[in-house]
């Protein structure tokens, strides 16, 4: 299947609007926070600071830099996310006539749900990390491009948001019991990295 990355825009829009499994919500939440990160990126290019200092200009680099590079990530994990839940399908296709092939079924199936898990874990992941630098980015950019970094800020949010509700649905009520814990663990820091990083752009923005 040819990755989204490598589509233009509409035809990306028309493979998530059709009326199949995936690419789905997992795929259109990465590409949100690939959105986000890529509009902070931009406001954190611009030319002007907010107070044109040296030290904010050398932030700012940094922190379009690691933005670049959340963008690549994420707009990767469209791909995986599209890849895990089309193995997830086949892995509930496969046979389970005899005891043995209930058994590679059953099998076949907690390794693509651990996957199809993975992947949202690691957008949420990878939107908070956005979130930290857009923060540095809405403290030290120019004040004309606010309602961008307002922008990026409610991309990045409901990217991590959407990715954690798949990663909650995936785990419901699979059987490995200390996977889903270290997941639940994981998802918790994650979301509360989310808000805290947000309140604190948006804060940022208003002082």
Do not use: W, Y
């Amino acid at each position: 299947m040819t990755p989204l990355s490598s589509q233009p825009l509409a035809d990306v829009l028309d493979r998530i609007a059709a009326p199949t499994a995936a690419p789905g919500g997992g795929a259109a939440a990465a590409i949100a926070g690939a959105l986000g990160a890529s509009v902070s990126a931009m406001v954190a290019a611009l030319p002007r600071t907010r107070h044109d200092t040296p030290e904010e200009r050398t932030r700012l680099d940094v922190a379009a830099r690691e933005l670049a590079a959340h963008r690549v990530a994420l707009t990767r994990l469209a791909d995986e996310d599209t890849a895990a839940v089309l193995a997830l399908m086949a892995a509930g296709r496969l046979p389970k006539d005899t005891g043995e092939e209930r058994e590679s079924r059953r099998a076949a199936l907690a390794d693509a749900t651990r996957e199809a898990t993975r992947v949202p874990l690691e957008t949420s992941r990878l939107c908070a990390e956005s979130l930290e630098r857009t923060r540095e980015v809405a403290a030290a950019a120019a004040r004309v491009a606010v309602s961008d970094v307002f922008v990026a800020i409610g991309l990045l949010k409901a990217a991590a948001d959407g990715a954690a509700s798949n990663v909650r649905a995936n785990i419901e009520g699979l059987p490995d019991e200390a996977f889903v814990r270290d997941t639940t663990r994981q998802l918790t820091r994650t979301l509360d990295a989310v808000a805290r990083a947000a309140h604190a752009a948006i804060a940022s923005l208003q002082d």
